[in-house]
């Protein structure tokens, strides 16, 4: 997907002004942008329409990041909550724009928007969607609304779940993940099997579903369709979360027609959408129940799950973009970034290695671009690189900090030793060897990281 923009501070406040109403074009230099003069060019292009300057208060020095002193970054770790999730193209940023132009009853505008999604992702017969706050809000209205239905004395009573008929909810064991928090905070009782034998034997009159969790198939036992098989044949839902889980864009048909009462995309992620936006795709009934179990409406479980009007159109923007795209095109796009990259650095005896890419990965699918140091010339190890990109100034370039998994709280019997939750850039084990995603840039920043590379390369001790 070409992002038609440049990545900068002005083009971090003109996509967020046509969020808020607000937009000052600032002079960025391009020997400002790491901490001494540099021959890093910038791109002058910018995101989404301007509609008013900032003239007083935040945002009018035309530099939003360092007015609240933090670091703003180019995005080399990938499709990550922690940092952003993804970036929005113009056309999403415009929609949002026109999607603050009127009121609407949200969920007048959830159900149209339901029938547009199912329309466009080929849904069958008797299914719709409806855009949530992530995919980890469908997993809360998805799994509340197979517990309480429609009924009112439920969907105001629960996670407390004392007097519902059936409340467990079968999933394997080598598919708990740390998004099953999202079912069990329903009140939902997980119950763990590892055979179709085990999940057979565990269905029982308190049992409301089976859980599948997409990108961990190839660790279990049971398959989606035979998982699917085993529902029907109990009178039992299933919910495929499949949050990571597209390109290739097959699978956002391909999952319900497999049979999946419930299937959860994220619409901050590959496709593009806003970072808090979800599709929940599945039967016309649950997803109804769905929207009785969350904002707009109020005592639900899921009005902390809130989707505003202009979340709903740039989504649905953004998923249409998505689907139509030339994914081949896509790839071509992604090649000719790492090549900028690859050219820039080859003359310090630092080569790119082939390629790696599987279309069919279960999940975070994107070609893999790493290259090679030569020890014989340079001293200097991946680790370094990756650390001097991520310590550039004003913007910095990835992060080490990032860890998937986000904050974690204090643990008294944990050992003293802390757990290592970052993003890593080198899965070879070849300290010489680096690599990052390339998915996430914007138009010019494969050249900005090329770049600060040369700059970097040149200051290495050479061997």
């Known amino acids: ?30 020997e400002g942008l790491f901490a001494k003069k540099s021959k890093v060019s910038m791109p002058a292009s910018i995101d989404g329409n301007p509609i008013v300057p900032i003239t007083s208060g935040l945002g009018s020095t035309g530099d939003i990041y360092a007015e609240l002193g933090v670091t703003p970054l180019v995005n080399i770790n990938g499709t990550i909550t922690v940092m952003g999730g993804s970036v929005m193209k113009p056309e999403v940023m415009e929609l949002i724009r026109m999607g603050n132009q009127h009121f609407v009853m949200i969920d007048e505008l959830e159900i149209a928007a339901g029938k547009f999604i199912a329309k466009l992702c080929k849904s069958p017969a008797g299914y719709t969607g409806l855009v949530t706050g992530g995919a980890a809000a469908a997993l809360v209205v998805g799994y509340s609304a197979m517990m309480t239905e429609d009924l009112e004395p439920r969907l105001r009573a629960i996670p407390d779940i004392t007097d519902f008929p059936r409340y467990e909810v079968i999933i394997q064991k080598s598919h708990r993940y740390a998004f099953d928090h999202q079912i069990r905070q329903t009140g939902a009782k997980l119950i763990e099997v590892e055979t179709r034998e085990e999940m057979i034997a565990a269905i029982n009159p308190k049992t409301v579903a089976i859980h599948f969790t997409n990108i961990l198939s190839d660790k279990g036992k049971v398959s989606g369709p035979e998982t699917v098989e085993i529902a029907k044949a109990h009178n039992l839902y299933t919910f495929n979360d499949a949050s990571a889980d597209v390109p290739p864009v097959e699978r956002l048909w391909k999952y319900p027609e497999i049979g999946f009462d419930l299937v959860t995309f994220s619409g901050g992620k590959d496709i593009c959408g806003p970072q808090a936006s979800g599709i929940l795709i599945g039967k016309e009934e649950l997803i109804r129940w769905s929207l009785l179990n969350m904002s707009p409406q109020e005592d639900r479980i899921g009005r902390c799950c809130k989707v505003g009007k202009e979340t709903i159109f740039g989504l649905l923007k953004a998923l249409e973009i998505f689907v139509n795209q030339d994914y081949d095109a896509t790839i071509r796009m992604y090649d000719e970034r790492a090549l900028v990259i690859t050219k820039a650095v080859e003359k310090f005896g630092v080569s790119a290695r082939p390629r790696e ?31 001097k990109l991520a310590d550039t100034r004003p913007i910095g370039i990835g992060s080490t900090g990032a860890g998937v998994g986000g904050m974690r709280g204090r643990d008294p019997n944990a050992p003293a030793a802390a757990s290592n939750n970052h993003t890593h850039h080198n899965h070879s084990g070849d300290p010489y060897r680096f690599g990052f995603a390339v998915w996430q840039l914007k138009d010019g920043e494969d050249k900005m990281i090329a770049d600060r590379l040369v700059e970097i390369f040149s200051e290495a001790k050479k061997a």
Do not use: C
């Open 1 to 30: 997907m070409n992002l038609k923009s440049g990545w900068n501070r002005r083009s971090f406040l003109s996509a967020l002004g046509a969020v808020s109403g607000s937009l000052f074009t600032p002079r960025l230099h391009a």
């Open 357 to 387: 890419f599987n279309p069919q990965a279960l999940g975070n699918v994107t070609p893999n671009y790493s290259w090679q140091i030569d020890s014989s010339k340079l001293q200097i190890t991946a680790e370094e690189v990756i650390q």
